[in-house]
């Protein structure tokens, strides 16, 4: 692992960069009312900074205010009403169902909405447990509301200063998932590799990627600046967006049949200078990415396109000396890989170009798409809330389980004899998610990061005593805390633990041991609670669900093909409806894998047919990748020949696809018999005369062939998913 780069990779992130803004804007009232003497009111308005810093998620400026405002508002009615109705019991046990649902419900309209109801439900546990009169009631929430004002003018105010930062950031962030996705292709050119093993990381990969692709999307797409491409800056941020998506593409054009190319090169050391190469490639990737997030020009590597040269004269050398063997495909295979290779190598020179922002560079954009379909569109509609009140939506069903395990975890709150029981309503509220999978995930998260975090507090109470050391660790772990809560929980848990920690004992320098003692008993009964309400209170498991990803991944592969394929029928696609093709089967495809990933994190009486399903996801990935193939060989070869010759074997495989939608949609319709066979036999015999001629052929071929594979897993598959569960008991709830 290279130990510097990644150092440069984090300090240039838009991760730590919003950590520092968080911390700063959470931290500075507090700090600077306490030398007036008026913490209390400091803490309130450090509160209001911390819910709608929490919401201030990546994403466009004007997306970004506006949620912002929503919060604002939101958090100052809730502390006012919570506070309101802090003198009874009752009321406010009524009011935790009532907000819980409302504010969990709002999830459906995104992620945005969803950390503000979160945010809501925070301020809302905070102040749940400390009775007030309706003039103290109106302060706190007027104070809360001034945290909030205080927070949203930091957060625009840094963003004028630096309009095109998170942007540069997150293409950069973007550039190295995709090299990491190029290191695991790497891995397949390991001597003893797993395969099973290799796919799996590269299915996972994919869906990180996506993510990412699709926070640049909203970026880009929805910044208005950008997309009018009034500035310079704007114009080669969009083109290299544009560029790194088409190198995703192009790596997954090289897919090959690794143990063929093993069993014939592995004795040369072939396939070993290949993985090099490809090591190298994202080293050079890397170095991209950092470029972009820092603002400074990257250095390309020189010495590559002449290692490329060298093992290519290698190949041939080999083949030279083999001449005599029956390895006519495996040369082909690595001639191709060298070819890949080689090309990406171009794609690089041209993205370190990007880096320097030469306003030479940004003549060449053309406005080839549309982006408005490049990005999804949720609309504050009454009609998506009346469509999603019943108990076949997840996210209702979501907010009727936060809801009773909320009240329930309120309830045993007041019960017990712990001095900090809303930390029991904290936990319950931010571990509980939509599907099981998730829940689980966050439950083992929270209980080891918390378990991990009091160690490591105990032991810095336990030896540093200066006050202004342990202010400064607080604030490291503060800021780390808000480093990781986007990209992994447990570390973030982990920081989180020893902060609360260091900030009561310097707030109310009691007995550390009482606080460290609260925080874990509480924390282990919220997820006691949390992980019964995950099962027992309507659940939601991934075999439910994941036929409609199944299906969404099918008819966008599909519709990937026919703008593909239809180039080499003399019908191409538009730049913009073959792109459109493209994201929307990338996206299904990463969508289906992390469903089969939440999937395997159930319990195994819920996993329905896992081996069928993994074999469909990891030949959707096939097929994805051999379309992406073909259309490699769009531009230079189609249009020399395009030829209505292959509508038959278009329209079969086509047909083939449209029938495992309609097993898995329970549609089945007559089967067409079409002469795609012969077709293809014809088309073989003719490749063997052109060079040019039989790579495209191969592909037809090998997405015939995956898509008879798709056709065989789909109907056992169908059955087993569709299938009732033995021994389950009905729902009274449902």
Known sequence: MDYIRQYKSFINSHYLNGAIRITVGITLPAILLSQFNYLTAGISLSLGALCVGNTDNPGPIQHRRNGMIACVLIIFLVTLVIGLASVSRIWTGVLVLIFCFVFSFIGVYGTRASSIGLNALLVMVLNIDRPHTASESLIIAAEVLAGGVWYMMLSLLLYSFRPYKLVQQAIGDCVQATAGYLRIKAAFYDRDTDYDEDYRQ???????????????????????NIVQESTHVGRVLMMVFLDVVDFFERIMTSQQDYRLLHQAFDDSGLMQECRKLILELAAELDEIGIALMSGKPSVENSQLPARIRDLRDRLNQYRQDHRGTEQAEAYASLSNILDSIEDLGLRLHTLHGYTTYDRKLSRNIHAEVDVEEFVAHTEVDQKLILDNLNFKSDIFRHAVRVSIATFAAYVISGFLPVGHGYWILLTTIVIIKPVYSLTKRRNYERLFGTLGGACVGLLILYFVKDTMVLFVLMLLFMIMTYVFIRTNYLVAVTMTTPYVLLLFHLLYPTDFRTILADRVIDTMIGSAISFVASWLIIPSWEHERIPDFMTAALEANIDYFKAVAGAFLGRPATVHQYKLSRKNAFVALANLSD???????????????????????????????????????????????????????????????????????????????????????????????????????????????????????SPPLHMALAAPEEGVGINPLV
């Open 202 to 224: 590269l299915l996972e990969s994919q869906v990180s990627i996506h993510a990412k692709q699709d926070l640049v999307r909203t970026l880009l797409f929805k910044s208005r």
């Open 595 to 713: 469903a089969l990933s939440r999937m395997l994190s159930e319990p195994r009486r819920k996993q329905k047919s896992i081996t069928e399903m993994h074999q469909f996801v990891v030949a959707n990935h096939m097929l994805t990748s051999h379309i992406a193939t073909l259309a490699y060989y769009m531009e230079p070869y189609a249009a020399r020949y395009a030829d209505a010759t292959y509508e038959p074997v278009v329209a079969d495989i086509v047909g083939r696809l449209e029938r495992s939608v309609e097993v898995l949609e329970d549609e089945v319709t007559a089967a067409r018999r079409l002469p795609a066979k012969e077709v293809l036999m014809a088309l073989n015999q003719r490749a063997q005369a052109s060079k040019e001629f039989k790579p495209i052929v191969d592909q037809f071929n090998f997405i015939a062939k995956v898509a008879t594979d798709i056709g065989k897993i």
